[in-house]
């Protein structure tokens, strides 16, 4: 993906109509593979964890995702945590969206959904906005009895495909721009099954963001099987001592295992 980018960026590239093309066709596959993964009621019985983990999402909490799944999203929906109407940052262009989301969690997906649409502009069709389809095969709850897709026929899938290269959208800047205004009053940032990789560099900037408040009582949580190697990352990334101002709490497991533990970190031992 990143050679192709880099083609499709090259001025005098001769197939570069093609190659667009091309990238664009990957785009809706991907997109559709991942619609495989939505919400079904099925899911519940085989992941009786789950209603614990929506237990952790607290008022004015922000989620940074990097999936293209709705998975998420329908938990959420369905344990009536999250709405769609008002839980995406920044993606508000019609009214349909107006707030319902009571506990004012957001969600800011900076590498595009399978569900987010592109669709042309009015008056000028060479200019682009994100919005994304509102049915119950996403969301349980608020999307029961409803089929709405944003756009029209010209619209097409959303996705930042895998790529050295990422261009985002103006809506995904904007974005980027809110997740990294709630990082800057942070007091507890919580990474869960990434690898911070050296080329994600919107994450460490993240990352930087939350780290550089004058504020002693931060607490950095990672939780990963590989969590410890993630730690190691972070702390040898930083020319400073970060464990010298922040507690750094690593959970080695996956999320379905380290729900109680995170829960204890994040609101007190429940008991």
């Not at 992941?47 to 990097?66: E, N, Y």
């Not at 560099?201 to 009582?217: A, C, I, K, V, Y």
Request: hydrophobic share 40%; aromatic share 10%.
């Amino acid at each position: 993906m990143t050679r192709l980018d880099l083609d499709i960026l090259h001025p005098k590239a001769k197939k570069q109509a093609a190659l667009q093309t091309v990238r664009k066709i990957i785009e809706q596959q991907l997109a559709e593979y991942f619609a495989k993964y939505r919400f079904r009621g099925e899911i519940l019985d085989k992941g009786d964890w789950l209603k614990d983990f929506v237990g952790l999402f607290d008022r004015g909490d922000t989620i940074v995702a990097l999936n293209y799944d709705c998975l998420l999203e329908g938990v959420l929906d369905y344990y009536k945590v999250w709405s769609p109407k008002g839980g995406y940052a920044v993606l508000d262009h019609s009214p349909l969206w107006s707030s319902d989301n009571a506990k004012d969690i957001r969600i800011f997906k900076i590498h595009g959904s399978e569900h987010f649409k592109e669709s042309p502009g009015w008056p000028d069709r060479n200019k682009t906005s994100i919005g994304f389809a509102l049915n119950e095969s996403i969301y349980p709850r608020s999307g029961k009895n409803t089929h709405f897709d944003y756009g029209d026929l010209e619209s097409r899938p959303y996705i930042i495909a895998p790529s050295f290269v990422k261009v985002p959208h103006q809506d995904i800047e904007l974005m980027m721009i809110e997740a990294l205004k709630a990082a800057a009053t942070a007091v507890s940032f919580i990474i869960i099954g990434c690898g911070m990789r050296p080329e994600d560099s919107f994450l460490w900037l993240l990352l930087t963001t939350f780290l550089n408040q004058p504020l002693n009582h931060r607490t950095l949580v990672i939780v990963d099987p590989l969590g410890e190697k993630v730690g190691e990352r972070i702390v040898g990334h930083y020319f400073a001592d970060i464990k010298e101002s922040i507690t750094i709490k690593t959970l080695a497991k996956g999320i379905q295992h380290a729900t109680p533990e995170l829960f204890a970190e994040l609101h007190g031992n429940p008991n």
